[in-house]
């Protein structure tokens, strides 16, 4: 067995008997119903925060598609009591509008703002309960929300606003998780709308987001997509996250994006990685200086091993030996805490532990990366 093999039946295990069974019990409010936005160290909840609605979305996607891959009995029936708050509490008159911002910890709405990322994950959450149970009220939802999209906050110069605000600069990143959302929806119904959906982001979208001089993500807009010159930072986390949603892309469209690929997966790697901690990603890299010592939170490193897992399993082996590596120094730092299946959320740039609590969000993050590692390994082992 090789050596990415068996990191990756390592991470499986940690997630399935450890991670997933705790978020089960502790993560959810088992009294007024909801996800919390986050566990103190002992697996308490923290409420210090708002609970966001994309994290409430991002839960009932996960434990949708752990109950697909049968990795817990309760993960099914805790997504679909999820879905059923959700759709009462954050998504108004049906989710005519799609779903609000922030909700407080008994329900009720506290910011009411159509923000897009918000929407991409209530899309994907919309496919998962759609493939897990074939709920009609997810399809209905999903058509809603769409709809919304397109009447309220669809951008003359290509992709969607921010929110209904229209606040300025525009971004990448919702737009990138509404392509994986459109993504999700396709391959649940086999609706064509979706798949256009999606190559409209690929069409109108990616050419303004990639820079194919500097081999980057270009994180901020002007209202017309052009690139918003104030802010230099990129994000190395987003770049490989996109070179995973574009193999997605080239097996359902036959498309070839691999130069772009394989561009995105070298620089971000080149820029973003810290050779003195364990070649971790930093979270935001400034282009021109190229600065390096920064914080590093685990969502950068579970996207850095989902592009490496794809990135490898085309024959490139230092991206296995990267993955592999990846999922040992994680199991070293991130998930080396107290109380096993949390995480530490971030490190600074001294490589000093600096969260003050483990945030739900990243769950999602953990398990995509569980299940890419998991489809490699199981597409190695049949092979």
């Known amino acids: 067995m090789g050596t990415l093999q068996e990191a990756g039946k390592r991470f499986e295990r940690w997630f399935v008997s450890v991670a997933l069974p705790l978020w089960i019990e502790r993560g959810y409010d088992h009294h007024r119903g909801g996800f919390y936005e986050a566990l103190n160290f002992d697996a308490t909840p923290s409420c210090s925060r708002p609970r966001r609605v994309r994290v409430q979305a991002r839960q009932i996607h996960t ?5 697909i891959m049968g990795w817990h009995d309760g993960a099914e029936a805790l997504a679909a009591e999820g879905f059923g708050y959700l759709l009462e509490k954050a998504c108004p008159e049906d989710g005519t509008r799609g779903c609000a911002h922030l909700i407080n910890d008994d329900g009720v709405i506290i910011d009411d703002r159509r923000d897009l990322y918000d929407q991409a994950f209530l899309l994907l959450a919309c496919a998962s309960r759609w493939q897990a149970a ?6 209905a939802l999903a058509q809603r929300t769409v709809n919304f999209l397109d009447w309220e906050l669809a951008s003359p110069h290509g992709g969607w606003l921010e929110s209904n605000h229209k606040e300025l600069p525009r971004r990448q990143n919702p737009h990138m998780h509404l392509f994986e959302a459109f993504i999700a929806l396709y391959q649940a119904t086999k609706d064509e ?3 256009q959906k999606a190559r409209i982001i690929i069409k109108d979208c990616f050419a303004a987001f990639f820079d194919e001089s500097d081999g980057v993500i270009i994180e901020y807009f002007n209202e017309d997509l052009s690139r918003h010159t104030h802010h230099t930072d990129i994000a190395p986390g987003h770049m490989f996250e996109w070179t995973w949603l574009l193999r997605i892309w080239e097996r359902l469209s036959g498309a070839n994006f691999k130069e772009a690929r394989n561009t995105l997966y070298a620089h971000g790697a080149r820029m973003g990685e810290d050779l003195n901690f364990h070649g971790f990603v930093a979270n935001q890299v400034d282009i021109k200086a190229l600065q390096q010592a920064s914080a590093k939170r685990l969502w950068p490193q579970t996207e850095y091993l989902k592009a490496s897992c794809i990135q490898g399993a085309e024959g490139d082996e230092q991206a296995r030996e990267k993955a592999a590596g990846l999922i040992s120094a994680m ?3 991130y998930l080396d805490v107290d109380c096993p299946g949390l995480w530490v959320d971030e490190f600074d740039e001294k490589g000093a532990p600096a969260a003050s609590d483990v945030p739900a969000s990243i769950l999602y993050h ?17 092979s």
Do not use: C, I, N
């Open 193 to 195: 709308h979706y798949f």
């Open 331 to 333: 199991f070293a730092t």
């Open 366 to 382: 953990v398990y995509e990366a569980v299940a890419e590692v998991s489809r490699t390994f199981a597409a190695e082992e049949a």
């Open 63 to 67: 434990l949708s598609q752990a109950g």
């Open 134 to 139: 074939k709920d009609e009220r997810a399809l």
